[in-house]
């Protein structure tokens, strides 16, 4: 009788243990490796998700660091049948991956990555924290950048009748005056602003962070005024109802020792003359 109970409490509790292997032995559905890294061998994943969202990094053991960007999150459990890593070395490849497109560790404990990957211009953070024993491991990745700007016309003659500016977010290729893509949609929109409201004449401002020399971020700042304006002109606006600034780093508008801050002061300002 003894020996039937005993049985049962040890059915009884295996039922209760959580499983430490998925179901599914493929990827799950929608969910694929970011282009960066590629995944231990033997993995595959079992959640994802990608969004606008703010990620806290540790930069040491006791101070973290959170910023803002295009999250990228995967999860992976090793796959029935496969040998199981050990934590670090889960870390260390991921280490090593990173440094070797140019990324540095910013803290590394015996459960925890984070990395700084600078591309193209642009900051990318990654934490990888694997668990339980091996048999999975998170990766995240990170982003820098602000969502992109949802402002109409409407939005910018109230600002202009009420500040005399806006700011505007228009986003150029790295140390270049080149209007990225995802940029034409405000350029539309100032377009359609000056064309509704025909009296109305603009100064187009550009404005740098501190990176970079004086001399240089003006002269940045100036070709990328100038470029607004011509795209804008190439919409039906009549270019002498523009004129083009550039003031470099000279106006910020925020702190140019964080990221946040160096973001806010990379604008476009239209002022209304």
Not at 40 to 49: N, Q, V
Not at 83 to 97: D, G, K, T, W
Not at 265 to 273: G, L, P, Y
């Amino acid at each position: 009788m003894y020996k039937r109970q005993a049985f049962c409490l040890v059915i009884t509790v295996l039922c209760f243990l959580p499983l430490f292997i998925p179901a599914q032995e493929q990827d799950e559905p929608g969910c694929k490796d970011h282009p960066l890294f590629t995944r231990m061998k033997g993995f595959i994943i079992y959640g994802c998700e990608s969004s606008f969202d703010a990620v806290e990094f540790y930069l040491s053991e006791d101070k973290t660091q959170t910023l803002e960007g295009q999250k990228t999150k995967i999860d992976y459990w090793l796959a029935e049948g496969n040998p199981r890593p050990s934590e670090l070395q889960i870390l260390r490849n991921y280490e090593n991956a990173g440094k070797a497109i140019g990324g540095q560790v910013v803290y590394l404990s015996d459960r925890y990555l984070s990395m700084k990957i600078i591309k193209e211009g642009s900051q990318v953070w990654v934490s990888v924290e694997p668990a339980n024993y091996g048999a999975s491991y998170t990766l995240t990745i990170l982003e820098l950048g602000e969502m992109t700007q949802e402002v109409t016309a409407s939005d910018m003659l109230a600002a202009l009748t009420k500040d005399g500016r806006i700011a505007l977010s228009i986003h150029f290729d790295t140390g270049k005056a080149t209007i990225r893509p995802e940029s034409q949609r405000i350029i539309e929109e100032i377009a359609t602003l000056l064309r509704e409201n025909p009296e109305l004449k603009v100064s187009i401002e550009g404005h740098t962070d501190s990176t970079g020399t004086p001399q240089g971020n003006k002269a940045l700042s100036e070709e990328r005024a100038k470029a607004v304006l011509s795209a804008v002109a190439g919409l039906g606006v009549d270019a002498a109802r523009m004129t083009a600034v550039g003031w470099g780093q000279d106006k910020p508008v925020a702190d140019n020792a964080t990221e946040e801050g160096r973001a806010k002061n990379r604008r476009v300002e239209i002022v209304k003359k």
